[in-house]
């Protein structure tokens, strides 16, 4: 999915994103995979103090985790591709 696409997606507040979309979402704003607990995917961020945390449930992303994500890109004013 192009990334104009999947970050409309994402901002379309659905509760139908793919835990894949979600995960390509964060990396196309600079996350990495830090470590795996679980379920739970823990990203980090060079400039970001916080932590995102995604969870895999049957292949779906939470729709609450998105929007945290979302939100952790908005505060910080992350680009798509940024790697400062």
Do not use: T, W
Not at 9 to 15: D, F, I, P, Q
Not at 45 to 53: A, C, F, G, Y
Not at 74 to 80: F, G, K, S, V
């Amino acid at each position: 999915m192009k990334k104009c696409k999947l970050l409309q997606k994402l901002l379309s507040g659905s509760k139908d994103i793919r835990f894949s979309e979600a995960v390509a979402g964060a990396e196309m704003f600079g996350f990495r995979l830090d470590r795996i607990k679980g379920s739970h995917h823990i990203f980090v961020h060079d400039h970001v103090p916080e932590l995102v945390n995604l969870q895999d449930v049957k292949g779906k992303a939470k729709a609450y985790q998105v929007r945290q994500l979302l939100e952790i890109v908005e505060q910080y004013n992350l680009q798509m591709g940024d790697e400062e």
